[in-house]
């Protein structure tokens, strides 16, 4: 199966639990493995408050994220 025109299903084949290879002229370039574990994102409040001590009064990164999107 050609992978470029058919990702969502080779996406659909990775999250069943299976890897798929990648071959250019039949040569092994890259393998789509599934995800082992679940990615847990720094809490970057907390490490502020460590850095600069209970004095930092910021916005969390979220609160500033939907603050630059307005109103869309």
């Known amino acids: 199966m050609?992978?470029?025109h058919n990702l969502s299903?080779?996406?659909?084949?990775?999250e069943a639990g299976h890897k798929v290879g990648i071959t250019r002229r039949k040569?092994?370039?890259a393998q789509i493995v599934?995800?082992?574990e679940t990615i847990?994102?720094?809490d970057f409040?907390?490490?502020a408050r460590m850095v600069w001590g209970g004095a930092w009064q910021g916005a969390t990164s979220g609160a500033?994220?939907?603050e630059s999107r307005g109103e869309r």
Request: charged share 25%; hydrophobic share 45%; no cysteine.
């Open 45 to 47: 409040v907390e490490r």
């Open 2 to 4: 050609e992978t470029q």
């Open 9 to 14: 299903q080779v996406l659909r084949v990775v």
């Open 34 to 36: 599934p995800v082992q």
């Open 40 to 42: 847990e994102f720094p």
């Open 27 to 29: 040569h092994l370039i």
């Open 64 to 66: 500033l994220l939907d």
